[in-house]
């Protein structure tokens, strides 16, 4: 009769059955743990790829950082020859409404500013006076004599004040003109012997 005692008494006088009918159980517990391997080799291998693709990344933002900043220091060091010559070319002049005259058109020029306005303070501290200009409405606040308060609310007036650097937005030309893109406005105070 079919019974678990006698299939166990069969297998126990023939190994080769006990090989044959065991061998499905062993064959597939070894494909299982093949197969587990596998996955985690698979696994494995998609996390490294996805690390190789993280530092390609992190790589070309750190190649696109070095030549934003490279560019940034050409273009300071280019800045700096400019200061540098501007410096050498007005030394030579001695006449003050020339000086200042080249010293706006250099200015304009080499920094590329559309409108270059030049205040000197009097004597008392109290004024900065428009002396030279690049613009035209520049020229002509030059001809009306204006003039701005040191420590006014003007940028003019608090860099005069202060002594430091400021920037704001420039104001549009055409007020009305709601699609124009604001620039900024730099204001720096230039010293001489210490005033």
Do not use: C
């Amino acid at each position: 009769p079919v019974t678990p005692i006698s299939m166990l008494a069969v297998q126990g006088i023939e190994h080769v059955l006990w090989i044959t009918d065991t061998a499905p159980f062993f064959l597939g517990l070894l494909a299982g743990i093949a197969g587990h391997r596998e996955d985690l080799h698979r696994q494995a291998s998609q996390i490294v790829k996805q690390r190789e693709a993280e530092l390609d990344a992190i790589r070309r933002n750190l190649e696109d950082a070095v030549a934003e900043r490279a560019r940034q220091l050409d273009q300071r060091n280019a800045q700096m020859r400019s200061v540098v010559t501007f410096a050498r070319q007005i030394a030579d002049i001695q006449d003050l409404p020339t000086l200042l005259a080249t010293a706006v058109r250099m200015i304009s020029e080499r920094f590329e500013r559309a409108d270059v306005d030049l205040y000197l303070l009097d004597e008392g501290r109290q004024w900065a006076a428009l002396r030279a200009s690049s613009s035209p409405a520049g020229s002509e606040m030059m001809k009306n004599a204006h003039r701005v308060m040191v420590g006014d609310q003007t940028a003019v007036g608090r860099v005069a004040r202060r002594g430091t650097l400021m920037v704001t937005p420039q104001r549009p030309e055409n007020p009305a003109d709601v699609n124009a893109t604001p620039g900024m406005q730099t204001t720096l105070p230039l010293v001489v012997r210490g005033k």
